[in-house]
């Protein structure tokens, strides 16, 4: 999203369009069950794979979608709620800063106070034109995607663009037959369980579509990790 130049106070919300988008995709999109201690946020994270010009039909597709975390929802506004390191990542001064602000940009600086289960449910989608990665190596990458974003500080990694890329898990530790709830009912997926930070689940359904879930261990306790095969994209309804 371009957050360049002033935002006047009547910008449409990037995120609506952005569900515009993943409803043309024309494939349902999974996330958590509802639950007490989550909120979803209205901005998705979409890849798109296409073998011809950017007008022809994707291929492939990976939708991800994240929440905020509410240590305490019964009162929002107890101060345990905020991140638990006491810091707000610096994006620089939001555009806009003077008011008014669109009430969308007021939210998304507001959000950044709270701790954030980024991109914790993929949908992954292909029309089956062309190979696929397996339901292991897609866990593995979306794991790996949350670790080398979130954790690089936990495993003592570099800059991203200082030395080799470094592997923090494989498909080789992905175990199968590992039970993953789907709309309510135990499917037989997969489990990627040998990082100190991060916990992965799989699960391929009936359609063809894979979803991954990639959670921080410390967020565990207060998460059901149960998933709905086709969430609604708008988080109000």
Do not use: C, I, K
């Not at 043309?24 to 201690?37: C, D, K």
């Amino acid at each position: 999203m371009d957050m360049g130049g002033r935002v006047p106070v009547d910008a449409p919300d990037p995120a609506v369009g952005q569900r515009a988008e993943v409803r043309q995709l024309g494939f349902p999109v999974a996330g958590l069950v509802r639950q007490r201690h989550l909120e979803e946020l209205g901005m998705l994270g979409t890849v798109t794979s296409r073998s011809g010009a950017d007008d022809t039909p994707p291929e492939a597709a990976t939708v991800a979608r994240s929440y905020t975390l509410w240590r305490n929802p019964d009162d929002r506004a107890d101060p345990g709620n905020l991140r638990a390191d006491g810091d707000v990542p610096d994006h620089g001064p939001l555009p806009g800063d003077e008011p008014p602000r669109p009430p969308w940009l007021v939210a998304l600086a507001d959000q950044v106070r709270y701790p954030m289960l980024w991109e914790a449910v993929q949908t992954h989608w292909s029309d089956g034109t062309r190979p696929t990665e397996s339901v292991a190596e897609r866990l593995v990458h979306h794991v790996d995607h949350l670790l080398q974003n979130q954790f690089r500080e936990e495993h003592a990694l570099p800059s991203p663009v200082d030395g080799p890329w470094v592997e923090l898990v494989t498909a080789s530790a992905v175990q199968s037959g590992h039970p993953v709830v789907v709309d309510g009912v135990p499917h037989e997926g997969f489990l990627l369980d040998t990082d100190p930070f991060v916990l992965g689940v799989a699960v391929e359904l009936d359609d063809g579509r894979v979803l991954t879930v990639a959670l921080p261990r410390e967020e565990l306790p207060l998460v059901e990790l149960a998933l709905v095969s086709d969430a609604p994209l708008d988080p109000a309804t």
